[in-house]
Structure formats: C-alpha cells, structure tokens
C-alpha cells in the first residue's frame, strides 16, 4: 500500500508541477506582451532629440571597448578556417 500511495503521490506532483510550469510560461508570454506595448509607447513618444541622443548613447559605447591593435591589420578569419580545415596526421 505504501508503494501505490509514493505512486499517486509523485503523479499528483508532477501534475502540479505541469500545471505551474504552464501558468509561468502564460505570465511571461503575457508580460512579453505587455512590455513590447510600453516600448512601442516609449519610441512613439520619444522626441527626435531623445532619439538621436539615445543612438548617439549606443554608437558612443563602441569607442568604450578596447580592441587588440591586431584587429586594424586582420580579423584572424583567415587564421581560424586554416585551424578549422587542419588535418589530424595519422
């Protein structure tokens, strides 16, 4: 007897579970919703001003980052396929 109640026990839980993993994926899909609305509410109302001073805020974070001088002379593709098509010698 103590087996058949372990077995309704773990099928009671894994059902609950099932129903709170649907109702978590439902509140996400209804805030991705939600929250894709407010942006488009914020863009519209955005001034051209806010606009250019947000792009000007994204493209500035580029000079941010400190790149290998390397990087002015190569992009090492070249390096990496000559790695990737390299040929164990058997």
Partial sequence: MPAMQAIIYNVEM???LDQ???EWARQWKNA???LAEQRR???RLM???EA???AENLLSLVETVILNPIRSVSS???EQQA??????RA
């Fill in 47 to 49: 001034t051209d001003a």
């Fill in 52 to 54: 250019l001073a947000a």
């Fill in 83 to 88: 790695l990737l098509h390299r040929r164990s």
């Fill in 20 to 22: 709170l993993e649907r």
């Fill in 14 to 16: 894994a059902t609950r």
């Fill in 32 to 34: 991705a919703a939600a």
């Fill in 41 to 43: 509410r914020d863009l």
């Fill in 76 to 78: 090492g593709l070249v």
